[in-house]
């Protein structure tokens, strides 16, 4: 039997059995029902349907019958074979854009859509991830494949930049919601302080400490030695301020829950850090994480030495060790996430399925997958397309 196509748009006051009502219809007619979806904004439903309709039946006449009486406005229109087609060969690769910020207004959205229009990609749809304000907003879109991903990337940081919101670009696959393993960097990002500071202060070396710090971040000094030279600067403390120090961290905003929800998702936890064994292991037995490394300080005589036993944990050993925890586990690096502030984190970072730059500077920002720059660590649940009512209910299970 022969149909046409036409495009159904229902909208009004969202109640309980509008679809089932219309849909019956549809099934009733002998209509083909070809493509659907629905979405419900602050109480207000629209429901789109692409419906083959018989050229015998009143299929629209009992539909705008029944729309009327739900006290819905109905409109239709006619979709030819080449409305059809050119929707079936859209090809490209789908993204999902995820912002976050304290609040997203029309002007966070409209410098999104613009950059997105800008490298080529189609908006497919927009949803809200955060509960009572428009904090959180996922944008999936189509990017043709002759258009350049990192490009996309770069001019969404950009704009996401200069208006004050982190953003996230993230190739939508299955990987992306079945991320099994998170490695955390511990210093300035697990706790809010860089625990060789407080040492050195407690030394009286702060001074000294900070100008070797930033000869390495100027590149004029490997991590290694400039690791070997502070450490040899706390020569003669007490392990005692050490362990007083990792007793007490201070945890970044929204570890806790991060951990915790996590965890009941059936997460594995690491922290690999190049700070020091003994403030890794007091916050694995704190947050009762899985995995904790992260250099040793050698202790004579209740005194710190001035001395790193064993390899020192830098750039490539942290991206060695995110191998072997994701091995142990039998997890694929795709469904690894890690997260980092710092140079000593790139490697690491590059070899996870998604790296996430967490108030790093603009270099690594630049070599991460995404960045957070103004939220605290729970703002990477919304990355894995978490929303806030999910995580309500994972919170209260």
Do not use: W
């Not at 912002?99 to 002007?107: D, E, Q, R």
């Not at 009286?204 to 390495?216: D, F, L, P, S």
């Not at 899985?290 to 030495?305: C, H």
């Amino acid at each position: 039997m022969a149909s046409d196509r036409v495009l159904i748009t229902v909208t009004g006051p969202d109640r309980t059995g509008v679809t089932a009502n219309l849909t019956g219809i549809l099934s009733q007619q002998g209509a083909t029902l070809h493509d659907i979806e629905q979405v419900v904004v602050q109480g207000q439903l629209t429901l789109c349907l692409l419906v083959g309709v018989p050229e015998t039946r009143d299929v629209l006449k009992e539909l705008l019958f029944a729309a009327k009486q739900l006290g819905m406005e109905l409109d239709f229109k006619p979709v030819g074979a080449g409305d059809s087609a050119a929707g079936a060969r859209a090809e490209g690769r789908r993204y999902v854009i995820t912002a976050i910020g304290p609040t997203l207004g029309a002007s966070h959205l409209h410098a999104l859509a613009s950059a997105l229009a800008t490298e080529g990609a189609n908006i497919e749809k927009i949803g809200r991830l955060s509960e009572n304000t428009l904090a959180s907003l996922e944008i999936h879109a189509l990017l043709p494949v002759e258009r350049d991903s990192e490009a996309l990337k770069r001019t969404l940081l950009a704009v996401a930049t200069a208006a004050g919101f982190d953003v996230s670009l993230q190739r939508e696959s299955l990987f992306r919601r079945s991320k099994r393993l998170i490695v955390l960097d511990m210093d300035s990002t697990l706790i809010r302080i860089e625990v060789i500071d407080e040492l050195a202060r407690a030394a009286g070396v702060g001074e000294q400490v900070a100008r070797i710090t930033e000869r390495a971040m100027q590149g004029e000094m490997d991590y290694d030695e400039s690791l070997r030279q502070r450490v040899g600067l706390l020569a003669g403390l007490d392990v005692a301020v050490l362990d007083r120090i990792a007793s007490d961290l201070p945890l970044t905003d929204g570890a806790e829950t991060m951990v915790r929800v996590l965890k009941r998702l059936g997460y594995k936890i690491a922290v690999i850090s190049g700070g020091f064994s003994r403030a890794a292991e007091a916050l694995k037995r704190r947050l009762e994480l899985d995995y904790a490394y992260s250099n040793n300080l050698e202790v004579q005589g209740g005194k710190l030495t001035g001395r790193v036993v064993g390899p020192i944990v830098n750039a490539q050993r942290k991206a060695e060790l995110l191998e072997t925890i994701a091995q142990a586990e039998g997890v694929l690096l795709d469904q690894v996430i890690a997260v980092g502030d710092g140079a000593n984190d790139a490697l690491m970072l590059e070899r996870a399925g998604l790296g996430i730059a967490f108030h790093a500077k603009a270099k690594l920002r630049e070599r991460a997958d995404t960045s957070i720059s103004g939220a605290g660590l729970d703002a990477i649940l919304y990355l894995l397309g978490i929303s806030a009512r999910e995580l309500q209910e994972v919170e209260a299970s």
